[in-house]
């Protein structure tokens, strides 16, 4: 069987967010989706996989909604499910950034359009911020553009700062992530904070990956994904990164062949970092997983990934 997996945000006034949380919750069970789905005031972001028939259901019921309307989707397909529950959160921001008054509803950015991306970028007056965590930017990024650095997008704020003593608040800004959702943000935090003229790639990495031509294109090496497939290139073909299951850090086929690799128990990024007694409960969790592939079953701690 073939999975539907929808990637879904929208940035949107829901003042009564808590009430949608149960509807929500039984919908999804209803259709056999699972998932996760964050709820805040400032709008909804989740992905969840189901058979397709339930997905669509799933979405119809989310957009035919007065306070929530069209959503932004991206769609992605897998043989194995990648989720094993559904939970929808309530949270104080749908991606956290730990400031206070940046809201997309009041003041965003100017969207770009992937086929527009590559004539912006281009400008030398443009200053291009991959606005993602550091362990995304290692595997894959556009030609040029800053790493914040971050591991966390709370550290955002301090990575604009010290772009405001070096730079002041008058160069064009350029900004791009994985789907989005937190360059939409990101864009109303700088706007808040002086900036002028600032743009982020509509629809993200994966929209200019699915759209622009590998010839065309001035993205290098892989795109960090949040489900099974660990990372993508151009036109969505699954990547050869693989997930440590002790760190979450992606891994290539390199990193696989040194010693410091030990499948689901550790790798070069996180050896010696953890306790005798966790080491022992990944590896004891990694034979379980084996022993699921051999009845022809998906573990619940696997990614599925083959």
Request: hydrophobic share 35%; proline share 5%.
């Amino acid at each position: 069987m073939t999975y539907t997996i929808a990637a879904l945000y929208k940035f949107v006034s829901l003042p009564d967010f808590p009430a949608l949380q149960q509807p929500l919750q039984e919908y999804c069970q209803s259709h056999d989706v699972y998932g996760t789905v964050l709820l805040a005031h400032e709008g909804i972001n989740g992905t969840i996989a189901g058979p397709d028939k339930g997905i669509k259901a799933v979405l119809a019921w989310l957009e035919t909604r007065n306070e929530i309307g069209p959503l932004e989707v991206k769609f992605s397909y897998s043989e194995d499910h990648p989720f094993h529950r559904m939970k929808v959160r309530l949270k104080k921001e749908i991606v956290t950034l730990g400031a206070e008054g940046v809201d997309p509803n009041e003041i965003v950015g100017t969207y770009v359009e992937p086929q527009d991306w590559n004539a912006l970028i281009c400008d030398p007056d443009i200053i291009l911020i991959d606005t993602r965590n550091d362990y995304e930017v290692a595997i894959g990024s556009f030609d040029g553009a800053l790493n914040p650095q971050t591991t966390s997008f709370r550290e955002f704020p301090a990575f604009v700062e010290k772009l405001k003593q070096q730079n002041g608040t008058t160069p064009k800004i350029a900004m791009f992530c994985t789907g989005g959702i937190r360059c939409e943000k990101a864009s109303t935090f700088m706007l808040n904070q002086g900036y002028e003229d600032v743009f982020h790639l509509k629809g993200g990495i994966l929209k200019y990956l699915e759209n622009i031509p590998e010839d065309e294109s001035t993205w290098q090496g892989d795109c960090f994904v949040f489900d099974n497939r660990v990372s993508v290139r151009h036109g969505l073909e699954v990547g050869d990164y693989d997930l440590c299951h002790a760190c979450r850090m992606p891994i290539c086929e390199a990193e696989k062949q040194s010693e410091d690799y030990r499948p689901g128990v550790s790798c070069p990024h996180c050896i010696g970092t953890r306790s005798a007694e966790d080491l022992a409960r990944f590896e004891e969790r990694h034979k379980q997983v084996e022993l699921a592939k051999q009845r022809g079953e998906q573990h619940i701690g696997s990614s599925g990934k083959k």
